[in-house]
């Protein structure tokens, strides 16, 4: 599917993303309303350490969750919201406003503020016959900011973020109700939703809604719905390679295995199983 993103912004976001993770040494990024990484400065990966927890450890999924809850309490909250993740590694998400519309979020992370490992992560290792010496060594290579400095580095992440908005480097091209709904759906992909309630939500009427889609992406709104789940379930499959089909499909919302199988047998032309084979994923991204 493609991306029909309603966001812009101009180069000069993508200088103050590198500057920032050449500064400071962590990772920092614009993520669209649905929680989307666009941009990243340095174009930096994940770390080793969340690698290994993703890859080794599985936790993909909770990554994905957490991810999710904490980019909704940014939203709802207006504000930036700096936690700790699942695995003891720092975070901060500042949501990005514009004419009273989500238009994103920027969002610095994946660095620590203690020295030590935490125990449950190790012992984990220890439990599925991993060496943990591996987990603790990536753990110490992430990015160190002191507990005392964090604070300041919050501070001037939230005075980045508001000159980007009072300077318009982020900007909404588009209709504004598309981003209500693709946000909603975004943020229910796991329960099933209709048409009235997503109409309900966006303060508008289901004509309006189904003609919007379908003349600004040439699809149906059930159509849509289907992809982005479907979409999320090829993301999940691409970060990492351990992780079966079953448990992807489950992370965006499909509990019945069967009819997820159909379903994307029916709309991509392959089985996501095939997706595993490097050659035809080359390919197919090629064709997005």
């Not at 890859?55 to 919201?81: N, Q, S, Y």
């Not at 580095?153 to 980007?164: E, G, K, Y």
Request: net charge positive; glycine share 6%.
């Amino acid at each position: 599917m493609k991306d029909y993103s309603e966001i812009v912004f101009t180069g000069e976001l993508e200088r103050i993303l590198d500057h920032f993770a050449a500064c400071f040494e962590i990772r920092i990024g614009y993520f669209s309303p649905e929680g989307e990484a666009k941009k990243l400065g340095l174009k930096l990966p994940n770390c080793g350490f969340c690698s290994f927890l993703r890859g080794k450890l599985g936790k993909l999924p909770l990554c994905i969750e957490t991810d999710r809850k904490m980019f909704g309490k940014a939203a709802t909250g207006k504000k930036l919201v700096s936690y700790k993740c699942h695995a003891g590694l720092n975070e901060s998400i500042h949501p990005v406003y514009i004419e009273n519309e989500l238009a994103g979020f920027l969002m610095i992370g994946q660095f620590r503020t203690e020295n030590e490992c935490p125990d449950r992560l190790v012992a984990e290792c220890r439990k599925k016959g991993l060496d943990p010496k591996e987990l603790i060594k990536l753990y110490k290579k992430t990015p160190f900011i002191s507990a005392a400095k964090l604070t300041h580095l919050n501070s001037l992440f939230s005075l980045i973020v508001n000159s980007i908005i009072s300077q318009r480097i982020i900007e909404i091209k588009s209709d504004l109700t598309l981003l209500k709904v693709r946000r909603f759906v975004s943020d229910n992909m796991k329960r099933p939703i209709s048409l009235d309630e997503v109409a309900r939500n966006a303060g508008r009427s289901k004509s309006t809604v189904s003609h919007l889609f379908k003349k600004r992406y040439g699809i149906s709104f059930k159509e849509y719905t289907i992809n982005a789940k479907l979409d999320e379930v090829e993301k999940i499959l691409r970060q990492v390679s351990g992780i079966t089909v079953s448990e992807a499909a489950l992370s965006a919302g499909y509990s019945n295995q069967a009819h997820f199988s159909r379903l994307f047998k029916k709309h991509r032309g392959i089985s996501a199983s095939e997706l595993k084979k490097p050659l035809l994923l080359r390919n197919i991204r090629r064709n997005e």
